[in-house]
């Protein structure tokens, strides 16, 4: 696959590959394993890097891996972040899907909560609880044309509600990042981008309720770095990707106390 990087402006190629290692991105010669330990940076998207090599927005890949349950492969990315494509996960979705993938018996067991967890930061907050799979997530913004949403999730058809749901960006921030070198390769074909009450894309909207849809996509990715399902019902208010990473960090905590050297 091959596509322009959101924030570099410049063309970059995909080339996935089978694995059996996990999710692990190449870049130039260095592996870097998609896991929440690997994050690095998660201001803008969520940032994996080893030894000083990074790749960024690897979060709508992720989401694309989470739909179809694919938790080994090799990506390997010819620059600093993955394609922006339409700003969805539906085309990595799709020709992920028509690649197909095989079982590896044994691999990937569902991870159960043994207890809640939860994380926050100021009115911001996660909240995951034991029990099915299940994902409300609430925003609210004072920009008129995204307000308050809301959408529950209940695992179905990831492909028709959730992976067509692009990402979004306010107006002022884009002129922003713009002057400070960033979203150079960032446009109306692969961002939802809003003036206050207005949707200033000339197709408009997806789904009336795009913005929450896409941040459920989002937490699927970032979620998706534990390396199998988390099966639980969460809850999340205002979060970010700061937040999708702590929560996925404190469950791995959760659930393998052995590996935190309590003993
Ligand atoms: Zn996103």
Redesign the pocket.
Same mark, same amino acid.
């Given at each position: 696959m091959e596509g322009v990087g959101l924030h570099s402006g410049g063309r970059i190629t995909l080339l996935v590959r089978p694995g059996r290692e996990g999710i692990v991105f190449v870049r130039e010669g260095v592996s870097i394993p998609g896991t929440p330990a690997n994050v690095v940076d998660t201001r803008l998207?969520t940032t994996l890097g080893s030894g000083g090599t990074t790749v960024s927005t690897v979060? $709508?890949f992720m989401s694309a891996l989470y739909g179809l349950g694919i938790t080994d492969c090799e990506v390997e990315v010819s620059g600093p972040e993955m394609p922006a494509f339409d700003g969805s996960a539906l085309p990595l979705f799709t020709l992920l899907r028509e690649a197909g993938a095989r079982d590896i018996p044994g691999e990937a067991p569902e991870i159960c909560l043994p207890h809640p967890v939860s994380v926050e930061e100021g009115d911001s907050w996660i909240r995951a609880d034991p029990g099915g799979f299940s994902i409300s997530y609430e925003i609210e913004f004072p920009s008129r044309a995204i307000g308050l949403q809301r959408y529950h999730y209940d695992g179905t058809d990831y492909g028709g509600r959730i992976a067509p749901a692009r990402?979004f960006g306010m107006l002022r921030d884009v002129e922003m990042m713009r002057a400070a070198g960033l979203a150079l390769g960032g446009s109306l074909e692969n961002a939802v981008v809003v003036d206050d009450d207005r949707v200033l894309n000339p197709e408009g909207l997806r789904f009336a309720d795009e913005f929450i849809r $896409?941040k459920v996509?989002?937490l699927l990715g970032d979620l998706w770095l534990m390396g199998a399902p988390l099966i639980a019902r969460i809850r999340a208010h205002r979060a970010s990707h700061r937040l999708h990473v702590a929560l996925a960090r404190a469950v791995l905590d959760a659930v393998r106390p052995q590996e935190r050297g309590v003993s």
């Amino acid at each position: 696959m091959e596509g322009v990087g959101l924030h570099s402006g410049g063309r970059i190629t995909l080339l996935v590959r089978p694995g059996r290692e996990g999710i692990v991105f190449v870049r130039e010669g260095v592996s870097i394993p998609g896991t929440p330990a690997n994050v690095v940076d998660t201001r803008l998207n969520t940032t994996l890097g080893s030894g000083g090599t990074t790749v960024s927005t690897v979060e $709508h890949f992720m989401s694309a891996l989470y739909g179809l349950g694919i938790t080994d492969c090799e990506v390997e990315v010819s620059g600093p972040e993955m394609p922006a494509f339409d700003g969805s996960a539906l085309p990595l979705f799709t020709l992920l899907r028509e690649a197909g993938a095989r079982d590896i018996p044994g691999e990937a067991p569902e991870i159960c909560l043994p207890h809640p967890v939860s994380v926050e930061e100021g009115d911001s907050w996660i909240r995951a609880d034991p029990g099915g799979f299940s994902i409300s997530y609430e925003i609210e913004f004072p920009s008129r044309a995204i307000g308050l949403q809301r959408y529950h999730y209940d695992g179905t058809d990831y492909g028709g509600r959730i992976a067509p749901a692009r990402t979004f960006g306010m107006l002022r921030d884009v002129e922003m990042m713009r002057a400070a070198g960033l979203a150079l390769g960032g446009s109306l074909e692969n961002a939802v981008v809003v003036d206050d009450d207005r949707v200033l894309n000339p197709e408009g909207l997806r789904f009336a309720d795009e913005f929450i849809r $896409h941040k459920v996509l989002d937490l699927l990715g970032d979620l998706w770095l534990m390396g199998a399902p988390l099966i639980a019902r969460i809850r999340a208010h205002r979060a970010s990707h700061r937040l999708h990473v702590a929560l996925a960090r404190a469950v791995l905590d959760a659930v393998r106390p052995q590996e935190r050297g309590v003993s």
